[in-house]
């Protein structure tokens, strides 16, 4: 009798429990979205479309639902962002930029993440690169960076041994990838990328002007800055067969044609006024850039000006024609657009290198490509990034109208969430 009173006692023990774990894991299990983007014109880039009137859920900085807004469950901290009639895509990946000095890095950062930068390839710096790293990560508004270790002709004259041990150590060091600066000698430039292939590290940057074109790019050299290597072939068939063999090889090429087009003086007095820029950046940016203007035309001429963009702007043209043989020739390109002249403006100016993109012929949609899972390609991530889709980073921007319809309508970036965390266009301009 005692013993079925205890075995009987056990039973309730043992049901309570189970009734009090079952009936608790609602309350553990249940997550709900941190943000909706709520009756979007999807833009995924997968795919060249519109998905019309979804709404994106965002749960810890990723992409956790699309679907319709009724049906995706909402807690009372969900905060929702009326996406009606607007227009979401990808954020940008500036796939060729310049770290400025540590004084001047917030102004930077925020203008590229107001742009709708999520990403961007830093190129160099003007401070110790991993400083610049370590300074970046106590800001609470900057886009995700990835950091180069620059090889130059110095670099590069080390004996061997010591190419193979820096290169080895890279990544656990603080470096994403290796940019090529300048070199003089084929030998060290086959030194540099069997240590670097051997340790599986992204080689880019500067075209290495004393080895053929053929060379780099079976190479596994990634991706080739400014043309390097094609704006000097003037013979159709042989840059007809360079193109092909760099298709073959998957290399990337990032023209950086808006370097070109302001420092050639290729725009002029007025012109200026015609550049993207002017509908977004701060005023008193505007006014110092036309105290700048106004200086150089006084010191140099407006004849002697004149002379020097009609003496280059051959060759402007020239690599308007290479990029759209690459892009024809199924090629891969990056976008980024090298800022820090006058009129030039870090994040914004993703929009200027757009526009020489579609005077040159290229389509739209290749030009998103190009500037959101291209990158994402880049550097082998294309499974986090680049696109709209459940399970990615939600880096995205929020714009009012189509930049498929009209590239240069990439200039209406509202607003830009990276890894989830909303920022305003207006809001964030105002801090600059």
Not at 372 to 390: L, R, S, Y
């Amino acid at each position: 009798m005692i013993e079925s009173s205890y075995n009987l006692n056990i039973m309730h023990k043992i049901l309570y429990l189970f009734l009090l774990f079952f009936t608790s894991i609602p309350a553990f299990t249940q997550t709900f979205p941190d943000i909706i983007v709520k009756d979007v014109n999807i833009i995924p880039i997968s795919e060249n479309k519109i998905i019309n009137k979804k709404s994106i859920a965002v749960t810890s900085g990723l992409i956790t639902e699309i679907n319709d807004f009724k049906k995706i469950k909402k807690g009372k901290n969900t905060k929702v962002i009326n996406g009606k009639n607007k227009f979401m895509m990808p954020g940008l990946a500036e796939m060729h930029s310049h770290l400025p000095a540590p004084e001047k890095i917030d102004t930077y950062l925020i203008a590229n993440v107001a742009a709708g930068v999520t990403r961007i390839r830093a190129m160099n710096s003007e401070a110790p690169v991993l400083d610049m790293k370590n300074l970046i990560s106590t800001k609470p508004i900057a886009p995700h960076i990835y950091y180069p270790f620059i090889v130059t002709e110095e670099a590069l004259s080390k004996a061997k041994y010591v190419l193979d041990k820096t290169v080895k150590n890279l990544k656990s060091e603080g470096y994403d990838f290796i940019k090529l600066f300048s070199i003089y000698s084929e030998e060290m430039f086959d030194w540099l990328m069997e240590a670097a292939n051997a340790n599986n590290i992204i080689v880019c940057g500067h075209y290495p002007r004393m080895v053929s074109p053929d060379k780099v790019i079976a190479s596994n050299f990634k991706s080739i800055e400014h043309l390097g290597g094609y704006s000097k072939i003037k013979n159709n068939i042989q840059l007809d067969s360079l193109i092909q063999l760099t298709n073959k090889y998957n290399v990337y090429n990032c023209p950086t044609l808006d370097w070109d087009y302001v420092a050639a003086d290729l725009m002029l007095f007025d012109d200026y006024k015609k550049r993207l820029i002017f509908d977004n950046v701060p005023e008193h940016f505007i006014t110092e850039w036309n105290k700048q203007l106004e200086t150089y035309i006084n010191k140099e001429g407006k004849d002697q000006i004149l002379k020097g963009k009609e003496g280059y702007l051959p060759t402007f043209q020239y690599k308007l024609q290479i990029l759209k043989k690459l892009n024809d020739g199924g090629c891969l390109l990056l976008l980024g657009s090298d800022p820090g002249g006058s009129f030039q403006m870090h994040g914004f100016n993703m929009y200027e290198e757009m526009t020489h993109w579609s005077d040159a012929g290229i389509g739209n949609y290749d030009i998103l490509k190009a500037a959101t899972i291209n990158p994402a390609k880049f550097f082998n991530e294309e499974t986090q990034w680049g696109t709209i889709e459940v399970g990615k980073t939600a880096d995205l921007i929020l714009l009012d109208k189509n930049p498929l319809d009209d590239i240069r309508y990439i200039k209406t970036v509202e607003l830009t969430l990276v890894k989830g965390k909303v920022f305003w266009k207006k809001e964030l301009l105002e801090k600059i």
